[in-house]
């Protein structure tokens, strides 16, 4: 559904939030931020497919959104995206006596993320051993490639209730 719409489908997941389940969808476009009509147009075709499918055996909400300006990094892609943004790295483990690094991105180099830290300089950080990642949010500065510059556009969020019969909620 996405694809028909020229949208990627960065990540999903299914979670619980307080008594509901929730079926998040997030989507970008290759040459930038994805916007509310994106996020509308395919929550209406994916809530059509998914009510024939009916891949999911309980109540939910639907929600199509954008990653967001702080957007976390998931994958090597990710890395290679987004080098030249600034960013902030966490590791498992500390590494040179810390486990927080912001900086530039360096993209990749032989399965490890390349940041220039603002205060260490260029560190390489093993992708096994990132806890977590994500871009920082930067204020007038072009966006870099992969990214529009539009605050505004990205981390809209769209929801569409999916109501289910008695049976399957019980």
Do not use: M
């Amino acid at each position: 559904a996405a694809q028909a719409e020229g949208l990627q489908v960065a990540w999903i997941e299914l979670k619980r939030n307080g008594g509901s389940n929730v079926f998040r969808v997030f989507i970008e476009r290759e040459e930038g931020s994805a916007s509310l009509a994106d996020c509308e147009r395919l929550t209406r075709r994916l809530g059509l497919l998914l009510d024939v499918e009916d891949p999911i055996d309980s109540a939910y909400v639907l929600e199509v959104s954008t990653p967001g300006l702080d957007r976390p990094l998931r994958n090597e892609g990710d890395y290679e995206r987004f080098a030249g943004r600034l960013a902030r790295v966490k590791t498992k483990t500390p590494l040179e006596g810390r486990r927080r690094f912001v900086g530039r991105l360096g993209g990749l180099r032989s399965g490890a993320v390349v940041i220039d830290d603002e205060e260490l300089g260029e560190v390489v950080v093993p992708l096994p051993q990132v806890d977590s990642a994500r871009l920082e949010v930067e204020f007038g500065r072009p966006a870099a490639r992969g990214q529009s510059s539009h605050a505004s556009q990205s981390s809209q969020s769209n929801q569409s209730r999916k109501s289910r019969n008695s049976r399957k909620r019980a």
